[in-house]
C-alpha cells in the first residue's frame, strides 16, 4: 500500500511513482470532488484545475501525483500543490557572557522568531540551538518554614546571607538574595483559634513557651544585593506553630512566583526559588476541612504589611496551578526537604516542570552546599517546552546534546557545563485544517528561561483557482459554479457538467457505477444516479469512493477506539499522526519515557518499543529496566551512588549528578545483615584498601533499597610499642634459639666422642713387653777408679 509513514515516506511514494500498477493511488481512490478535498487526501496529491483536461474520458480525476497529473496532459501552470515551508523572521546570534553592561540583551536561544507554511499532512522540520551563557545573573528567594519543628534550622541560618554570597559569587558576579516565610492557614482546623492561642500559640508548651502568631505567608525581604539585609532580617524571625503536621507552603510559593513586583523578580536573570520545610504541605481541596470552598485564582494577594490576604479565603493552589505560574514566570522551584520527606517531593517535580528536590540536615547546616548543588544542577541541563499549543499540530523532537548524537522524541539535554550549546531538531505537521483564515501561534521556550521562540502558523488549505471561481457558469449549464475545472451543482443536479437531475436511472449509467463485471452496483452501498455513485449516509460516519467502496470507520480499532485516537481512518487503513506507527496507531514513537536517569535508552538492559521499554536482560525490570539485582553490573552501578552519597566521592561526585542519579533509598547501619534471600551481597575495595559492604534488594512498592555500612570496614594499624618490643623480643628469642641450639649441638658431639673413646679404651688388651710404651726399669751407677793390672796403671770412667 502507498501510505505515509516517518521515515517511509519517500520510499512509499517513490514505489507509488514507479510501479502504479501496483500501488493504490490514494489521491485517486479518495474520489476528491474539488481542489480542496485532494490537498487533504495525502500531501503527495496534486489538482489539475486546466479546462480542457481529461476530454474524452469518462469521470476523469484531477485529483492525482503530481507526475501523473503531467503525463495525462496537464500543464504545470493548473498544477495545485502547494509545500510546507519555513520562514525565519528573526535570527539574533547567541551570547557568550550573561552579566555586564549588555545583560539586557542575552540571547539563549535561536532562532527568536519564524513563520510557518502548513500543508496538510505534509511535515516540515526547523532548527533551534540553546546555550546557557556564562555569568548569568541570579536572583535567589529564600522561602523557610517557621513553624515551630524548624527552629534550630533558624537559628543555623541567621548568618546565611554572607556565606551563601560568597559561593554564589564564584558562580555569578550577579547575585541576589531575598527571603520570606511560612507557616499554615489560622483557622481551624490547621491552627490553633482559642482566644489564648492568638498572640501566642506556643502558650503552654514547655519545651518552647513564646512564639510569634500563626500566619500563611509573609514576605520580609525583596531581593537584594545587600547581603547584610538579608541577615538582619533573618536575625529578627521568630518561630511559630501551626495544629496539623502538614504546613502552607504551597500557598506561600504561589505568592513568591506571582507577586514579582514585591518579590523584585528581574527579567534578565536565572530566579530560583528555595523551599525549606521538615513535613509535607497541604494541597488543593485540603481547604474544605476549614470550610474553603472557593479555588486559588492564582492571582498575588499581599496587603501591605506584604503578607498574604487570602490565607482564610481560598483553598490551598493545586500541583497544576502552581506549575504554571512558576513556568510562566520563569522560576527554578528547589524543594529543601529533610530525608524521611525526599521520597514525597521527588514525586512533585515529576508534575511540576523545572522543579527539583535536595536532602536537608535536620538543622540545615548543608543549605550552603545544597543550593550550590541544585544551582549546577539546573545549569547542567535544557529541557524544551510548549506554550499555547494548537492541537490540529502534531510536534516531535530529536536533541543533538554535547556528544553530537541524534536522540529521538527527546527534548531535553543533561549534564552540560556552562556554554555548551545543544540543538533541537523540531518537526511540525498539520493534521487538519482549521476554520478559513485562522492563524495559530504558539511558544517554544527552555524551562525556566525568559528567551523563547516564537513560532506563527498559516494553514495552505484553499487552492489559488478558488479565487476565480465563477457562479452559474455555462460550462456548468447555468446550475452550478464553475471553479477549478469542475462543477459545483445546484441541489438536485449532478454530472460532470450538472447535466443530471436526481433519479434518473438508465442500464448505460449502471455499468459505470461497479467496480468490476459481477460486482455490486456502488459495492452495495450507494445507489447509482447519472454515472455516479451516491453513497448512503452511515450511523458510523462516512462512506465515500467512486464506486463507495471506501469508509471512515472500518479501520483497525485499540481499546474500541478508532485507531487509538491517533489517526485518520482512510478507506480501512489507519493514516496515523505523527510520533505514531501501527496498524491501529496505538505504537508511539516517543522514547523519553525509556531514557533512564543516567541518559540511556532502558538503562541498556533493553528495547524501546511503542514508547515503553522492554527488558531484555535477564533478571531487569522497572519503567526503564533500572532495576536489576541480579545483573552483572548491579554492585558496580550501585557503588558509585554509596560513594556520591555517603562519602560525597567518586565519579558521580565530580559532576553534581549525584541526587539527580541515585534515587535509591540508603539505610546505614553498624553491622549488616546477609541472610536476607532476596537481597545481593556486593563488596569492593576503597582507595585506602579497606572494604565497603553494602546489600541491594527491591522492596514490595518497588523501590530500591540499599543497606550499608556506615564506614568501610579496615584492618586497624598496629601499635609503635608493640611492634617495638615485638621486634626486640624476636631477635633475643631467635638469639637464644640460635644458642641453646649450639650448645646441643657441642654437647652431643662431646658425648659422642667421649663414648667412642671409652669404647676404645675397654676393647684395649696389651702385654707389657709389647707395649711400646713400656720399658723396664733400669739404674745406672757411675764410679770412677785407678787400678794397675800387669804393671799398668788404668783409669775406669765406665759401668761397673
Not at 509535607?280 to 470552598?293: E, K, N, S, T, Y
Not at 490565607?311 to 504554571?324: F, I, K, R, V
Not at 474500541?560 to 505523527?578: D, Q, V, Y
Request: aromatic residues 8%; glycine residues 8%.
Amino acid at each position: 500500500f502507498c501510505t505515509y509513514r516517518r521515515g517511509r515516506y519517500s520510499c512509499a511514494l517513490w514505489w507509488c511513482h514507479t510501479e502504479p500498477l501496483h500501488c493504490l493511488n490514494m489521491c485517486m481512490s479518495g474520489s476528491a470532488s474539488s481542489c480542496e478535498e485532494c490537498l487533504l487526501i495525502h500531501p503527495s496529491c496534486a489538482w489539475c484545475a486546466q479546462e480542457d483536461f481529461g476530454i474524452g474520458r469518462t469521470l476523469p480525476s484531477r485529483c492525482d501525483f503530481s507526475s501523473n497529473l503531467v503525463k495525462r496532459g496537464c500543464d504545470t501552470r493548473y498544477i495545485e500543490s502547494p509545500r510546507s515551508s519555513v520562514s525565519v523572521l528573526e535570527n539574533e546570534p547567541l551570547s557568550s557572557k550573561g552579566s555586564g553592561w549588555t545583560h539586557s540583551n542575552v540571547v539563549q536561544i535561536m532562532p527568536q522568531k519564524i513563520s510557518l507554511s502548513l500543508r496538510p499532512g505534509d511535515q516540515t522540520w526547523f532548527e533551534l540551538h540553546v546555550r546557557q551563557v556564562e555569568d548569568y545573573p541570579v536572583d535567589l528567594y529564600y522561602l523557610m518554614d517557621l513553624s515551630l519543628s524548624m527552629k534550630d534550622d533558624l537559628d543555623t541560618i541567621r548568618n546565611l546571607g554572607t556565606t551563601l554570597a560568597h559561593e554564589m559569587g564564584k558562580l555569578t558576579s550577579n547575585f541576589r538574595l531575598g527571603f520570606g516565610s511560612f507557616v499554615d492557614k489560622n483557622m481551624s482546623p490547621f491552627s490553633y483559634t482559642s482566644p489564648k492561642y492568638q498572640e501566642n500559640p506556643c502558650n503552654g508548651y514547655k519545651l518552647f513557651p513564646n512564639c510569634v502568631p500563626t500566619f500563611g505567608f509573609r514576605h520580609i525581604l525583596s531581593l537584594t544585593d545587600k547581603v547584610d539585609r538579608f541577615n538582619q532580617e533573618v536575625q529578627k524571625q521568630m518561630v511559630s506553630r501551626n495544629r496539623d503536621a502538614p504546613e502552607g507552603g504551597f500557598d506561600a510559593i504561589l505568592q513568591a512566583a506571582v507577586c514579582k513586583e514585591e518579590i523584585g523578580w528581574r527579567k534578565e536573570a536565572y530566579h530560583l526559588l528555595v523551599f525549606a520545610t521538615d513535613d509535607v504541605p497541604h494541597l488543593a481541596l485540603d481547604g474544605r476541612l476549614g470550610g474553603l470552598v472557593q479555588p486559588h485564582d492564582g492571582q498575588c494577594h499581599l496587603n501591605e504589611k506584604n503578607e498574604y490576604s487570602a490565607s482564610t479565603q481560598m483553598d490551598y493552589p493545586s500541583l497544576a496551578l502552581l506549575g504554571e505560574k512558576l513556568a510562566e514566570n520563569n522560576i527554578f522551584l528547589i524543594f529543601a526537604v529533610t530525608k524521611r520527606l525526599y521520597v514525597i517531593y521527588k514525586n512533585f517535580t515529576a508534575l511540576i516542570p523545572g522543579t527539583t528536590v535536595e536532602i536537608l540536615d535536620q538543622d540545615s547546616k548543608n543549605v550552603i552546599q545544597l543550593i550550590v548543588n541544585a544551582y549546577n544542577n539546573i545549569r547542567s541541563k535544557v529541557e524544551l517546552s510548549v506554550w499555547d499549543h494548537p492541537e490540529d499540530l502534531s510536534l516531535s523532537f530529536t536533541a543533538t546534546c554535547q556528544d553530537g548524537k541524534p536522540l529521538p522524541g527527546l527534548r531535553k539535554c543533561a549534564d552540560l557545563k556552562i556554554g555548551d550549546t545543544v540543538s533541537f531538531n523540531v518537526s511540525v505537521e498539520a493534521r487538519s485544517c482549521p476554520a478559513r483564515g485562522t492563524d495559530q501561534t504558539f511558544t517554544i521556550k527552555p524551562v525556566g528561561f525568559k528567551d523563547r521562540l516564537e513560532v506563527t502558523v498559516d494553514y495552505q488549505c484553499d487552492c489559488r483557482c478558488t479565487q476565480r471561481a465563477q457562479a452559474n457558469s455555462s460550462m456548468c449549464h447555468s446550475v452550478g459554479t464553475y471553479t477549478c475545472g469542475t462543477c459545483r451543482c445546484e441541489s438536485g443536479y449532478l454530472g460532470a457538467r450538472c447535466e443530471c437531475q436526481e433519479g434518473e436511472t438508465g442500464s448505460m449509467y449502471l455499468s459505470a457505477c461497479r467496480e468490476a463485471e459481477g460486482k455490486q452496483v456502488c459495492s452495495g452501498r450507494g445507489e447509482c444516479s447519472c454515472n455516479q455513485c451516491l453513497c448512503y449516509e452511515s450511523e458510523f460516519g462516512k462512506i465515500y469512493g467512486r464506486f463507495c467502496e471506501c469508509d471512515d470507520f472500518s479501520c483497525a480499532r485499540h481499546k474500541g477506539i478508532l485507531c487509538s485516537g491517533h489517526g485518520e481512518c482512510h478507506c480501512g487503513e489507519c493514516k496515523c499522526h505523527a510520533g505514531y506507527i501501527g496498524d491501529n496507531c496505538n505504537c508511539s514513537t516517543e522514547t523519553s519515557s525509556c531514557v533512564s536517569d543516567d541518559g540511556q535508552m532502558c538503562s541498556g538492559r533493553g528495547s524501546c518499543v511503542c514508547g515503553r521499554c522492554q527488558c531484555s536482560e535477564p533478571g531487569a525490570f522497572g519503567d526503564t529496566c533500572e532495576k536489576c539485582p541480579t545483573c552483572p553490573d548491579a554492585c558496580g552501578t550501585k557503588r558509585e551512588c554509596i560513594e556520591c552519597r555517603l562519602f560525597s566521592s567518586g565519579r558521580l561526585a565530580d559532576n553534581q549528578t549525584c541526587q539527580r542519579l541515585c534515587k535509591d533509598e540508603i539505610i546505614t547501619v553498624e553491622t549488616l545483615k546477609t541472610d536476607d534471600p532476596g537481597a545481593v551481597l556486593c563488596l569492593y575495595k576503597t582507595d585506602n584498601d579497606c572494604v565497603m559492604k553494602f546489600t541491594y534488594s527491591e522492596h514490595a512498592s518497588g523501590q530500591s533499597i540499599l543497606t550499608a555500612l556506615k564506614e568501610p570496614e579496615c584492618a586497624s594499624g598496629p601499635d609503635a610499642l608493640t611492634v617495638l618490643l615485638a621486634v626486640v623480643g624476636s631477635i633475643l628469642l631467635v638469639g637464644v634459639v640460635l644458642l641453646a641450639a649450639w650448645k646441643l649441638v657441642i654437647t652431643i658431639h662431646d658425648r659422642r666422642e667421649f663414648t667412642r673413646f671409652q669404647n676404645a679404651r675397654s676393647r684395649a688388651r696389651y702385654e707389657m713387653a709389647s707395649n711400646p710404651l713400656y720399658k723396664q726399669p733400669v739404674t745406672t751407677h757411675s764410679v770412677e777408679t785407678d787400678f794397675n793390672v800387669f804393671g799398668k796403671s788404668y783409669n775406669n770412667g765406665g759401668l761397673l
